[in-house]
């Protein structure tokens, strides 16, 4: 009977071999040669780059546009080519790429700067240490470095929003200003990369217009696009007859439909592509990417919902006690369970602001009902089964009074 089973599951396991070719191509890091509907980009932040080819210092630039727009793997690109072409010209160029949302400090941004600028390996007495600097003498530095190698540095800080967010833009600040204090010989030019459009409006005004001497805004990309992508992906990620075509314009169109993201409508095509591998099947199909769409959207609300503040899990919470989810009324349950857990509440006003934060989350939704005489109410529904919350948020001990009286 062992043995059925086994000869079963690796029997199948070598048939599916025809489903996946190439593994590596439907990761997150990977980057591919050639991207399509990026032309217009590439060209624009290559042409104000190509400066560093003629001796010259490239403005500051900053890209935004929503995720899954290819504004990482573009950038990318463009730098790998020049840099091949600095170094054929012998011109001593650096391009540290940084993710502001890894490194949760600016300090922590420093050092990792100063790594991979080799200052540490290179300087003895002059190092960045992980910890113990102040960030002046951090930045000091890095820029002390830069002028003593007479290195050209463009510095990328991916997912920049996430650095001002937690009050880290006097960084900016400093590498901005830093060409004053260099001669154009040595510089440091700054890319920031954000998804967030509104990013700007948080920079203290002598970053913003610093940062901003060059924009670039990639826009989502179309249904039609996005099918293009994908098939072109395919070709490198599955053999041949493996996805047929109404499954690829099944990805294409539901990513399309949410934030036009060829990271999701790639993600779909993986998780797809897992799924029907434990099948026994020698294709994706539609009910694949149906599947996988679903377990994409569970495994998304888990992260947050377990990531999110207990005032935002009381209110989920109560979200799910209230009976006929009038705002209201699922502010008096919230409060209860503030009082039962010893916790002093929020204001209305702070509730308000996190059902929105919510909403916007795909968490839950609000309307506004109309109830005639008694006038209008804001009604709340939740979009995440009752399992999944239990689920999220069974290992916050403080909780489980309230989450162990909940049915399912
Ligand atoms: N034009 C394209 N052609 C082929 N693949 C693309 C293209 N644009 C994006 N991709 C793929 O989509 C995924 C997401 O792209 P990328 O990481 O560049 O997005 P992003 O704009 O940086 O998103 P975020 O703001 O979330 O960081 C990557 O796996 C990339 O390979
Ligand atoms: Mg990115």
């Known amino acids: 009977m062992e043995d059925d089973i086994l000869n079963t599951i690796f029997d199948s396991a070598i048939k599916n071999k025809n489903i996946i070719k190439n593994r590596q191509v439907l990761t997150i890091d990977y980057v591919p040669d050639k991207l399509l509907f990026r032309t217009k980009e590439t ?31 573009v950038v990318k690109n463009v730098i790998e080519h020049l840099y091949k072409k600095a170094n054929e010209l012998d ?19 420093l050092y990792e700067i100063a790594e991979l600028l080799d200052i540490n390996k290179e300087e003895r007495k002059m190092q960045v240490y992980f910890t113990g600097l102040s960030m002046s003498e951090a930045t000091d530095r890095i820029l002390d470095f830069i002028k003593r190698k007479s290195i050209k540095v463009v510095l990328v800080i991916d997912e920049i929003d996430s650095l001002v967010n937690r009050k880290g833009d006097d960084i900016l600040y400093n590498f901005t200003r830093a060409n ?25 005004p002598r970053v913003k217009s610093s940062l901003s001497e060059e924009e670039l805004v990639f ?20 053999y041949d007859n493996a996805v047929p075509i109404g499954v690829i314009n099944l990805c294409a169109a539901i990513a399309g439909k949410e934030t036009g993201d060829a990271r999701k409508a790639i993600d779909l095509l993986r998780v797809a592509a897992e799924i029907a591998e434990r099948s026994i099947t020698m294709e994706i199909t539609e009910d694949h990417i149906r599947s996988a769409q679903q377990k994409i959207d569970s495994d998304t609300n888990f992260e947050i919902l377990s990531n999110s503040t207990l005032h935002t899990k009381l209110l989920i919470l109560s979200i799910v006690k209230a009976k006929n989810g009038s705002t209201g009324e699922i502010y008096a349950v919230y409060q209860q369970y503030c009082s039962k857990l010893e916790q002093e509440p929020l204001t209305q006003r702070r509730m308000t602001q996190i059902i929105g934060e919510l909403d916007q989350l ?13 006038g209008r109410t804001q009604r709340i529904k939740l979009h995440i089964h009752i399992s999944s919350i239990k689920e999220a948020l069974k290992n916050d001990s403080l909780l489980s009074p309230i989450v162990d009286e909940i049915n399912n």
Do not use: M
């Open 43 to 73: 060209a624009s932040i290559a042409q104000s780059l190509s400066v560093i080819l003629k001796k010259g210092r490239p403005s500051n630039l900053l890209i935004f546009g929503k995720p899954g727009t290819g504004k990482t793997a």
């Open 91 to 109: 011109i001593k160029l650096r391009v540290p790429f940084i993710n502001a949302k890894n490194s949760n400090t600016p300090y922590k941004i």
């Open 180 to 204: 004053e204090r260099i001669s154009s010989d040595q510089f440091i030019s700054l890319i920031g990369i954000s998804n967030s459009l509104t990013f700007k409006d948080k920079l203290d």
């Open 219 to 238: 826009n989502p990309y179309t249904v039609e696009q996005l099918k293009e992508i994908l098939v072109d992906r395919c070709k490198l990620a599955f």
């Open 362 to 374: 795909g968490l839950i939704t609000t309307n506004i009902v109309n109830q005639g005489r008694y």
